[in-house]
């Protein structure tokens, strides 16, 4: 089980920080991921990180100002999100992904799924 939390409301420019709270399996044998879905839209891709957090990837849009990383001991994921602009509003979810080492932006590859947590950004 995934569940998500840190989400809220910030004016553009704010930080927010979620994380992604694991239970029922072994962490660590894990890679994990944030997606995020706008109204109307496509869930996408954000960030990933490897079983080990030695390993992480990003989309161009939010390198620089995002940052994932993972708590092993505390099965937690967490995305700490600087310079927040209104296109970074969406629906943030976190996934697994058995594949521990590999690197994938396909949501299909992810096994398991959080039920979400709302970011809104202002103008």
């Known amino acids: 089980q995934l569940v998500e939390s840190g989400g809220g409301s910030v004016p553009a420019g704010g930080s927010l920080t979620l994380s992604c709270a694991a239970s029922?399996?072994?962490?660590?044998?894990?890679?994990m991921g944030w997606f995020r879905q706008a109204p109307g839209k496509e869930r996408e891709f954000v960030a990933r990180?490897?079983?080990?957090?030695?390993?992480?990837y990003y989309v161009d849009s939010v390198k620089g100002r995002f940052t994932i990383s993972r708590d092993n001991a505390k099965n937690t994921v967490y995305l700490q999100m600087n310079k927040l602009n209104p296109e970074d509003t969406a629906v943030y979810f976190c996934?697994?992904?058995?594949?521990?080492?590999?690197?994938?932006?396909?949501?299909?590859?992810?096994?398991?799924w959080g039920q979400g947590t709302q970011v809104t950004v202002s103008s």
């Open positions: 996934a697994a992904d058995s594949w521990r080492d590999r690197y994938t932006e396909i949501k299909h590859d992810y096994e398991y």
């Open positions: 990180i490897n079983w080990n957090g030695l390993m992480t």
């Open positions: 029922g399996r072994t962490f660590s044998d894990y890679a």
